[in-house]
C-alpha cells in the first residue's frame, strides 16, 4: 500500500509571515498557525487546548503569504508533513522538528475592513497556490 502523507488545517496566524530568499532566489515564508480545540474533561468542565503549527511556503506562495496574510487571519492550510533535522551549534546535539509545508492555503475568514481597499477587491483576494522548488518536489515524491 502507498503512504499517504497530507494535512488539512484551519486556524489563526500567531505573526506576520517573515520571507526570505534562498540563494537561488527561491522565496520563502515561515509562519505559524494556532488550532484552538474545546472539549468536556471528565468532570465536566469546559478545556480549552491550543496546538501551534509551524509552515513554510516556497515560492509564489511565499510572496503571496506576506502580502495578504497577517497576524490573525483564519486561514485554511492544504500540505504535508516534513520533518527537519539539524545539529545544534552550542550543544552539538541532534536536533528535529516537523512542520508543514503549504501547498495551498486559502482565506477562512473575511478580509479585515480597510477603507483604503475597495469591498470589490477585498472579497476578490486570490487565494495562495502552492509552488516549490523542483528539486524538493521530486524528492519529495520519490520518498
Do not use: C
Not at 470589490?120 to 483576494?125: L, W
Amino acid at each position: 500500500m502507498n503512504n499517504l502523507n497530507k494535512v488539512l488545517l484551519i486556524g489563526n496566524l500567531t505573526r506576520d509571515p517573515e520571507i526570505r530568499y534562498t540563494a537561488k532566489g527561491n522565496a520563502v515564508a515561515d509562519f505559524s498557525i494556532a488550532l484552538n480545540r474545546s472539549f468536556s474533561n471528565d468532570a465536566g468542565g469546559r478545556v480549552e487546548e491550543t496546538t501551534f503549527i509551524d509552515i513554510v511556503a516556497w515560492n509564489k506562495s511565499a510572496e503571496l503569504a506576506r502580502e495578504y496574510l497577517s497576524k490573525g487571519r483564519k486561514i485554511y492550510v492544504e500540505g504535508r508533513l516534513q520533518l527537519d533535522t539539524w545539529e545544534d551549534k552550542e550543544t552539538r546535539q541532534p536536533r528535529q522538528k516537523v512542520r508543514v509545508v503549504a501547498e495551498r492555503i486559502d482565506f477562512a475568514d473575511a478580509k479585515p475592513q480597510d477603507p483604503a481597499v475597495p469591498e470589490v477587491q477585498r472579497a476578490s483576494s486570490p487565494p495562495v497556490q502552492p509552488s516549490e522548488p523542483r528539486s524538493r518536489q521530486r524528492r519529495a515524491h520519490a520518498r
